[in-house]
């Protein structure tokens, strides 16, 4: 019902649907995310600062290893984070080589993101080099920003040595969360938007519109609120480490939730999951 893949800014595809994998504890990382793998799923989203890197690049490694003829490379989308603690563009160089070094069993990255503005103009410029650098060396594919606002994406567009623009802008955003001016900047500029915490990390689901959507459509609450993302045309990456819950999650996209219905989700209120708004970080000269 809706495509299975949004084209990025480079060129690239990337699958609607991704596993994200924040707080999934190292120990079941690599099971958590083959089980995702040979249900479907066939984007996976980690950070640096997830601590499970290795393990979901140990699982795709493997899936690939499974099925040579069938399971291929070129069918997996494997994103990272650059974390704030090393901005500027020796800790930024150094950082992406760690993260390529725990990729190197699947031979490259699909996705950086700088995991937030918050550091200084230097740094995020610092940073952009250096991630500007890692595409040209064919290591890493797309590049990209997470939890930046308008500014924080105006600044970067202003580089004067601008060669790349951020593929993706993953920011939190949900009906409790709707986002529209920095969503439409994004789509304006050609930036996919990624939804992050698109279940409000579960919040949520005693809500009774979510409840009562979920029983017009026979669907799950998560259901509802995955495919909510999808009707926007966002990227959307549920996370799960429940086993049973991954294909239901994935199957997300089977449906579509009527105009009527994606309005009245949009009027909710606003709530942040992680309890304050990255994206109003300062600018140096705000500060
Ligand atoms: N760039 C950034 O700063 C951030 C990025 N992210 C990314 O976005 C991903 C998703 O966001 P996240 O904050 O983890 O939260 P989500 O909104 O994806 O919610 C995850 C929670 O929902 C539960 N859940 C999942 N599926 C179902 C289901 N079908 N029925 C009931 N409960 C369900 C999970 O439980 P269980 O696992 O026990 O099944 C978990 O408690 C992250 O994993 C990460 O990859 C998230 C936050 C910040
Ligand atoms: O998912 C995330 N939750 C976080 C909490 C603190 C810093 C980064 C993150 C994430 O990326």
């Known amino acids: 019902m809706f495509p299975k893949f949004r084209t990025l800014n480079s060129g690239n595809k990337i699958p609607s649907i991704g596993l994200g994998v924040y707080l999934t504890p190292v120990s079941i990382a ?21 601590k ?8 795709i490694a493997e899936w690939l290893k499974k099925d040579p003829a069938s399971n291929k490379r070129e069918d997996i989308f494997y994103t990272t984070k650059i974390f704030d603690s090393d901005h500027g563009y020796e800790l930024t160089k150094k950082a992406i080589e760690v993260s390529l070094e725990r990729a190197k069993c699947i031979d ?89 915490s698109p279940l409000v990390r579960g919040k949520k689901f005693d809500d009774e519109l979510l409840l009562s959507l979920a029983k017009k459509y026979s669907k ?3 259901q509802i609120l995955i495919n909510w993302s999808l009707s926007k045309g966002y990227v959307t990456l549920p996370k799960t480490v429940t086993k049973s819950r991954l294909l239901p999650n994935l199957q997300s996209d089977q449906f579509k939730l009527s105009s009527e219905d994606i309005k009245a989700l949009d009027a909710k209120d606003e709530y942040f999951v992680t309890g304050w708004d990255p994206t109003v970080y300062p600018l140096d000269n705000e500060k």
């Open 52 to 59: 499970n890197e290795s393990e979901v690049c140990e699982a």
């Open 220 to 222: 799950t609450t998560a």
């Open 30 to 50: 690599k099971e958590i995310s083959l089980d995702g793998l040979e249900t479907g799923y066939r984007h996976i989203d980690s950070a640096q600062v997830y």
């Open 108 to 196: 490259y990255i699909d996705l950086i993101l700088m995991h937030s503005p918050r550091s200084d103009y230097e740094r995020r410029h610092g940073s952009w080099l250096a991630l500007q650098e890692a595409v040209a060396s064919g290591k890493v594919k797309n590049i990209g920003v997470s939890n930046y606002g308008i500014k924080h994406l105006k600044e970067l567009l202003e580089y004067p040595d601008l060669k790349i623009k951020p593929a993706i802008n993953q920011i939190e955003i949900h009906p409790w969360l709707t986002r529209t001016e920095l969503a439409a900047f994004c789509q304006a500029e050609e930036i996919v938007v990624e939804a992050y």
